[in-house]
């Protein structure tokens, strides 16, 4: 999918938006008296397995999405070969093959 270069900014704003609101969500929840008001301690543990998660959601994302168009680009080669194989593809003339037949040509012009 192809984003048009005008939308860069907007979609920026979005991703950005929406990072600070989680990150303000989970600063409420974890530091308000209100919410959990854990220790510096447990607030870093939490910090950190917030962003662990959020690490671990992204790479296999990514690995999924590689995999994916990785088996797509075999699919397109693998339907390539088969329409070799059937001979749907022309094919084409070789120097060798064409050359008599161009020497079998001036030899016929130059005796008429």
Do not use: W
């Amino acid at each position: 999918m192809r984003i048009a270069l005008d939308s860069y900014g907007l979609i920026f704003g979005i991703n950005r938006f929406m990072a600070l609101v989680f990150q303000t969500i989970l600063t409420l929840v974890v530091t308000d008296k209100h919410g959990l008001a854990l220790s510096e301690r447990a607030q870093f543990l939490a910090y950190g397995s917030y962003h662990t998660g959020l690490g671990v959601f992204f790479a296999a994302a990514s690995i999924l999405l590689c995999r994916r168009n990785s088996s797509n680009s075999n699919l397109a080669a693998g339907s390539a070969n088969s329409a070799a194989i059937n001979g749907t593809i022309k094919e084409v003339q070789t120097e060798a093959e064409a050359e008599p037949l161009e020497l079998s040509r001036l030899e016929s012009a130059e005796e008429s």
